[in-house]
C-alpha cells in the first residue's frame, strides 16, 4: 500500500518518490528526516494548489467584473445613441419654437 500510495503522489501531485517502501516497512525507526522531507513534499504540493485555486477565483472575478462591464458599456452605447437620436428629433422643434419667441418678441415690440 505505501508503494501504491508514492506511486499515486508522484503521478498525480508530481511529487517525486523519495523513500523506498520497503526499507520503512522493514525499519523499525524509519530515518526521520527523510520522512519529513518527504511529508513537507504534500504540504508544498497542497499549498500550491491551494494558491492556483485562489488565484483562479480571482480570475473568475476579475471575469465577471470585464463582463458586467462589458454589458455595462453596450447598455450606455444604447442609451447615448437614444439620447442623440432624440436631440436631433427635437432640433427642429426647437428652432420652430425659437422663432415662434422671436417673432412674438418682434410683435410686442413693434
Not at 10 to 32: F, G, Q, V, W
Not at 56 to 71: F, G, M
Request: net charge negative.
Amino acid at each position: 500500500n505505501l508503494q501504491y500510495a508514492f506511486e499515486v503522489a508522484e503521478k498525480d501531485l508530481d511529487i517525486p518518490i523519495m523513500l523506498d517502501a520497503n526499507d520503512i516497512a522493514s525499519t523499525m525507526r524509519p530515518d526521520e528526516r527523510a520522512i519529513m522531507t518527504y511529508v513537507s513534499s504534500y504540504y508544498h504540493a497542497f499549498a500550491s494548489s491551494q494558491q492556483a485555486s485562489q488565484a483562479a477565483n480571482r480570475i473568475c472575478k476579475v471575469l465577471n467584473v470585464n463582463q458586467e462591464n462589458e454589458t455595462l458599456m453596450e447598455e450606455y452605447e444604447s442609451l447615448a445613441s437614444g439620447l442623440l437620436e432624440w436631440i436631433e428629433h427635437m432640433i427642429p422643434w426647437i428652432d420652430q419654437m425659437r422663432e415662434q419667441r422671436a417673432s412674438s418678441i418682434s410683435e410686442v415690440k413693434a
